[in-house]
Nanobody
Framework: QVQLVESGGGLVQAGGSLRLSCAAS????????MGWFRQAPGKEREFVAA????????YDADSVKGRFTIARDNSKNTVYLQMNSLKPEDTAVYYC??????????????????????WGQGTQVTVSS
């Protein structure tokens, strides 16, 4: 069982930056691939970024490429999402997720919500224009 708690959301002007954190409970954090997803009002939850168990492989969505960076610190049981050059369309509730995902599925399906077993409650990010 893994519990995930996100923090770092808030209100920021367009062009600004935020860093989200997701703290995980338990001693097996390094066994889980981690992902960030977001959900805007009236829209489906969408993939933002994912990072492998060791942190040596990461993927991100085209919509955030070059602006957002995912990272993890297994010694602190924490995954981060650094968000730069924020746009109003980045406004959403951001969720972190954990999943036991093998290498093959991580390469091919880490952008799918079905690959993740545990979810945080989310943190609101609002970007004003």
């Amino acid at each position: 069982q893994v519990q995930l708690v996100e923090s770092g959301g808030g209100l920021v002007q367009a062009g600004g930056s935020l860093r989200l954190s997701c703290a995980a409970s338990g001693r097996t954090f390094s066994s889980y691939a981690m992902g960030w997803f977001r959900q805007a009002p009236g829209k489906e939850r969408e993939f933002v970024a994912a990072i492998s168990r060791s942190g040596d492989t990461a993927y991100d969505a085209d919509s955030v490429k070059g602006r957002f960076t995912i990272a993890r610190d297994n010694s602190k049981n924490t995954v981060y999402l650094q968000m730069n050059s924020l746009k109003p369309e980045d406004t959403a509730v951001y969720y972190c997720a954990a999943g036991v995902i093998g290498s093959y599925y991580f390469s091919h399906s880490s952008d799918e919500t079905s690959q993740y077993d545990y979810w945080g409650q989310g943190t609101q990010v609002t970007v004003s224009s």
